[in-house]
């Protein structure tokens, strides 16, 4: 079987059809946790978690989170959920800045997604903007970018959490800063993303999504959300830039 044909019945998408998807891309707008590094490797995004569960419950703000929501696997899932409730206010803020606390030791740990940075640089000698449009600290991007010599790459095109945490996906907002920064078309850009909030905002913003799902798991979700190009490696679209 062909492997442009092999890969589409396992629901990947071959090399002609990331040709077609990055031909136009001008601007390329990169999620930050899950596709350029893995932030919280292993078992510590769920220990992240529940330090905030905890934090809550001691405060007495038990009742804020659903059961569900008390399991979260992420602490972005745990900020989300208090943001929906109470999308301001000092109790936003000081849960906010706890986030950031635990990502930035996270930072210097952090693994790299495989053929992240070779594509980064590759994309960024070609000619392309690249910018960051994430739910991460933008402190901490930059805190990792600099570990891996990436930084200008991005900068000063690296747009992550603000304090207005309506603007955490699936809100476009983080998407609309990077393409005001990049001066392209939402059009002529494209967005890399694993998650199906990525997917929702790139959706709202008018921007292509390719997802990027190293899990069978997460291309189901993926998938589910209605993206029609994902890929478990990054690697095809590497060896497509170099081409």
């Given at each position: 079987?062909?492997?442009?044909?092999?890969?589409?019945?396992?629901?990947?998408?071959?090399?002609?059809?990331?040709?077609?998807?990055?031909?136009?891309?001008?601007?390329?707008?990169?999620?930050?946790?899950?596709?350029?590094?893995?932030?919280?490797?292993?078992?510590?995004?769920?220990?992240?978690?529940?330090?905030?569960?905890?934090?809550?419950?001691?405060?007495?703000?038990?009742?804020?989170?659903?059961?569900?929501?008390?399991?979260?696997?992420?602490?972005?899932?745990?900020?989300?959920?208090?943001?929906?409730?109470?999308?301001?206010?000092?109790?936003?803020?000081?849960?906010?800045?706890?986030?950031?606390?635990?990502?930035?030791?996270?930072?210097?740990?952090?693994?790299?997604?495989?053929?992240?940075?070779?594509?980064?640089?590759?994309?960024?000698?070609?000619?392309?903007?690249?910018?960051?449009?994430?739910?991460?600290?933008?402190?901490?991007?930059?805190?990792?970018?600099?570990?891996?010599?990436?930084?200008?790459?991005?900068a000063p095109r690296i747009h992550g959490?603000?304090?207005d945490l309506g603007q955490l996906k699936?809100?476009?907002?983080?998407?609309?800063?990077?393409?005001?920064?990049?001066?392209?078309?939402?059009?002529?850009?494209?967005?890399?993303?694993?998650?199906?909030?990525?997917?929702?905002?790139?959706?709202?913003?008018?921007?292509?999504?390719?997802?990027?799902?190293?899990?069978?798991?997460?291309?189901?979700?993926?998938?589910?959300?209605?993206?029609?190009?994902?890929?478990?490696?990054?690697?095809?679209?590497?060896?497509?830039?170099?081409?």
């Amino acid at each position: 079987m062909a492997r442009g044909a092999e890969d589409d019945r396992k629901g990947r998408v071959g090399p002609a059809g990331l040709e077609e998807l990055v031909r136009g891309a001008r601007a390329v707008l990169w999620d930050f946790d899950g596709s350029v590094c893995r932030l919280f490797a292993g078992r510590a995004a769920r220990r992240a978690a529940a330090d905030l569960v905890e934090w809550l419950e001691d405060r007495g703000l038990h009742g804020l989170l659903t059961e569900s929501e008390r399991g979260a696997p992420h602490p972005h899932a745990v900020l989300r959920a208090v943001a929906r409730g109470h999308p301001g206010g000092d109790l936003v803020a000081e849960l906010e800045e706890r986030v950031t606390r635990q990502e930035m030791p996270a930072a210097s740990s952090a693994w790299p997604t495989p053929y992240a940075d070779p594509l980064i640089r590759t994309w960024t000698a070609a000619g392309a903007r690249l910018a960051i449009a994430s739910d991460t600290s933008p402190r901490v991007i930059r805190a990792y970018l600099a570990t891996r010599g990436l930084v200008d790459c991005f900068a000063p095109r690296i747009h992550g959490r603000t304090r207005d945490l309506g603007q955490l996906k699936p809100d476009p907002g983080s998407l609309h800063r990077a393409l005001s920064a990049t001066g392209v078309a939402a059009s002529r850009a494209l967005m890399i993303g694993n998650m199906p909030a990525d997917h929702e905002a790139a959706l709202r913003a008018g921007v292509p999504f390719l997802g990027y799902a190293p899990s069978p798991a997460q291309g189901e979700a993926l998938r589910d959300s209605g993206a029609g190009t994902v890929l478990d490696s990054l690697e095809p679209l590497l060896r497509l830039l170099r081409r």
